[in-house]
């Protein structure tokens, strides 16, 4: 079966780290490109951090920039998100997503077909 599953979301503090993590299954995620997004409450979903495979370019939103980090793993064919230093406004569900069949990255959402089930991060201040 063709899926991603996500975990390690939860509560922390200000100031804390949390490390997201995305497993996939029926298919090799390191010939696709990658991406972690967020919604949070009334907000549109949009791109944190993404990666395409065939040239190893990376993408992060201004805000995560220097605190957020994607990470694959081939040889466990799953993703990561760490993130540290973190702070209220990164509150949302996460969401993990691969765009099967293309290794180029891309920061929209539309361009993803697959995704993960979504994580809740809230970080109290």
């Known amino acids: 079966q063709v899926q991603l599953v996500e975990s390690g979301g939860g509560l922390v503090q200000a100031g804390g780290s949390l490390r997201l993590s995305c497993a996939a299954s029926?298919?090799?995620?390191?010939?696709?490109?990658i991406g972690w997004f967020r919604q949070a409450p009334g907000k549109e979903r949009e791109g944190v951090a993404c990666?395409?495979?065939?040239?190893?370019?990376?993408y992060y939103v201004d805000s995560v920039k220097g605190r957020f980090t994607i990470i694959r793993d081939n040889v466990k064919n799953a993703m990561y998100l760490q993130m540290n230093n973190l702070k209220p406004e990164d509150t949302a569900v996460y969401f993990c997503?691969?765009?099967?069949?293309?290794?180029?990255?891309?920061?929209?959402?539309?361009?993803?077909?697959?995704w993960g089930q979504g994580t809740q991060v809230t970080v109290s201040s």
């Open positions: 997503a691969t765009r099967l069949y293309s290794d180029y990255l891309s920061t929209g959402s539309d361009a993803y077909n697959l």
């Open positions: 990666s395409g495979s065939s040239d190893g370019t990376i």
């Open positions: 029926g298919f090799n995620l390191g010939s696709n490109a």
